[in-house]
């Protein structure tokens, strides 16, 4: 398979490329992202070949029908990061909340969110590139909180790669900043800013296109990379688990082969989702995707009215930090793919140029065969949190807004896939409050839930309070190229 772009070609970057050159330099002309040319078909015989399957074997057998050049051993060694989940036989377990709905856990990697299942294996496959070309790699990574730890830990002491990761400092959780503070790795960066995430990752973008800033890595033999879901290398892993959720199901006796399902997916940069887009263009039996946000609200207004408008929005803090995004950067692969590059073009220079874009009306109905949203206030999250808590099933303040989707936007009474993006000890205080204890440290309220609804805080988490801080460093984004140029 073959990549192009989403804006179309500046007639300086070549028109197609390799999936190693897409995950290697992922920016293609004008700004746009690199897209597959064709995707891969499966058919009813691939799904039924799988339904037993080992999540690495049904994983090989996606990525030779997408056929890519990543060697079958470097893909092997790559899948081998799952053995670092919980139970490596069964990496993304399916739990049964209600008669027709399963939550689908993405969170029992390392750092015990969804990021860690494209992250784990896409680090290795990256490093290994770089070596066999004999090239270095600088990785820059802008976070809201679950991408900084995934991608530290996937490139912690990983040869040819250095990783420089800006996270907005007051934006995360307790424990995501102590997953990253606390690394201990000394080819890693780790840089607070004065400012939300849609600074951290404009300032990201900006220096990915900036050319005095890689010239003088050029002098410093370093090439840039992005392991933001820009990535494509991050999306081809995203598709995997849609695939394997739905073939779950199917084991289970829960919905026979070919039944269409509902997909919930709390949405920010819209990765996760366009994975599960990718995944029913494939011929998974998806009935609609239901994207879920918290109240920037953006992508549900897109959905609903076919406007994408910037103007006079700011961003909000909620208690789903990882959902706190104005700019959804994979949106633009689904305008690619419904509407083609000069529209998709036409429609991300609007963006840029005026701050918005609209839909036409036949536009928004193709949208909408494939996608409805909504959106959940921080209140609401509590209380989905606490009513499914009494039943026994603790989740964090992301999965929550699914909850809401789940009650609104069923037309039909299917199979529901609810999208678990992070284990509740990432965001405890919250969890802890909607349940009725008020936590000003996240160690407090870790215990205290634990203690009070018999779930365990992993090792892992328990443990990043008793590390030193290895990374102090605060600034302003004016001063992120000075930062990283010294590190370098
Ligand atoms: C990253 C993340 C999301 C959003 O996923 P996207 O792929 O950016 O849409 C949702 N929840 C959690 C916990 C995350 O870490």
Not at 9 to 33: C, M, Q
Not at 374 to 402: L, N, Q, R, V, W
Not at 415 to 436: D, Q
Not at 453 to 477: M, N, S
Request: charged residues 25%.
């Amino acid at each position: 398979m073959t990549f192009i772009e989403t804006r179309g070609n500046d007639g300086r970057k070549p028109s197609e490329v390799t999936f190693s050159e897409a995950i290697l330099s992922p920016s293609a002309s004008f700004g746009g992202l690199y897209v597959p040319k064709k995707l891969p078909e499966l058919g009813f015989d691939f799904f039924k070949a799988h339904i037993d399957s080992h999540y690495s074997d049904l994983s090989r057998a996606l990525f030779e029908k997408f056929d890519v050049d990543v060697d079958p051993e470097d893909l092997d060694n790559a899948l081998a990061r799952y053995n670092r989940f919980d139970d490596p036989s069964d990496p993304v377990p399916l739990v049964k909340v209600e008669e027709d709905a399963f939550v689908s856990e993405l969170w029992h990697g390392p750092t015990r969110a969804f990021k860690d299942m494209a992250l784990q294996p896409f680090g290795y496959i990256l490093s290994r590139l770089a070596q066999k070309r004999g090239e270095h790699y600088l990785i820059m990574a802008a976070t809201s909180g679950d991408t900084g730890p995934a991608t530290l830990e996937t490139f912690k002491n990983t040869p040819n790669i250095k990783v420089a990761c800006l996270y907005p400092s007051g934006g995360t959780s307790d424990v995501q900043r102590l997953q990253m503070v606390t690394e201990e790795a000394s080819n890693e960066k780790v840089i607070g800013i004065r400012g939300n995430f849609d600074d951290a990752q404009t300032a990201l973008k900006n220096l990915l296109a900036s050319e005095s800033f890689n010239a003088r890595l050029k002098e410093s033999h370093t090439e840039l990379s992005a392991a933001n879901s820009v990535n494509f290398g991050r999306i081809i892993f995203q598709i995997i688990y849609h695939v394997s959720s739905y073939l779950r199901l199917v084991k289970e006796g829960e919905v026979s082969l070919g039944e269409p399902v509902y997909l919930i997916v709390p949405s920010g940069n819209f990765g996760n989702v366009l994975g599960g887009y990718y995944a029913k263009k494939m011929g998974l039996p998806v009935e609609k995707l239901l994207i879920s946000s918290n109240i920037n609200n953006i992508l549900t207004e897109l959905v609903t009215k076919g406007e994408y408008d910037l103007r006079g929005k700011s961003l909000i803090q909620t208690t789903s930090p990882a959902m706190d995004i104005l700019k959804s950067s994979n949106v633009e692969r689904v305008l690619f793919d419904k509407f083609g590059a000069e529209r998709t073009k036409q429609l991300m220079d609007d963006l840029n140029e005026k701050g918005v874009y609209r839909l036409s009306e036949d536009e928004l109905a193709m949208l909408r065969e494939d996608f409805d949203a909504t959106f959940c206030s921080d209140e609401e999250g509590k209380a989905i949190i606490a009513k499914y808590a009494k039943k026994g099933y603790i989740m964090d303040p992301h999965t929550a807004t699914c909850f809401k989707a789940y009650g609104e936007l069923r037309k039909k009474s299917l199979k529901t896939v609810i999208y678990s993006t992070a284990e509740w000890t990432k965001f405890s205080p919250t969890v802890s409050e909607a349940l009725g204890h008020r936590a000003k440290r996240d160690l407090d309220a870790l215990q205290w839930i634990s203690e009070h609804y018999g779930v365990p805080v992993p090792k892992v988490i328990a443990d990043l309070f008793e590390k030193p801080v290895i990374h102090d460093t605060v600034v302003d984004k004016e001063r992120i190229e000075e930062e990283i140029l010294k590190f370098i």
